[in-house]
């Protein structure tokens, strides 16, 4: 795919070059991003604004262990419940 390549942009803030990754453009198309960046990651950060491709990755991985542990919560609770049910049957 043509539009999944590399690519090497210029930063308007300090006008050096920077890589505009095919893992990048998949997470901007992914959220709905139309733009490119306009500025390097450094300048990104100092100038704190934009979302960051790096931390994007990270609040997913954050995200995906939320599931996890809500899951287990979940099946925890559901065992729980069970046992209770039992007790109360019992009685
Ligand atoms: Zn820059």
Wanted: proline share 1%.
């Amino acid at each position: 795919m043509m539009n999944e390549e590399d690519e090497r942009l210029q930063c308007c803030s300090c006008g050096g070059l920077f890589t505009f990754t095919a893992d990048q453009k998949r997470y901007y198309r992914e959220r709905g991003f139309a733009n490119k960046p306009k500025r390097c990651l450094r300048c990104r950060r100092l100038r704190n604004d934009g979302v960051l491709v790096d931390e994007i990755l990270s609040e997913r991985e954050l995200l995906l262990e939320l599931c996890k542990a809500v899951t287990e919560l979940r099946l925890y609770i559901e065992k729980e419940l069970q046992t209770l049910r039992q007790l109360v049957v019992r009685e």
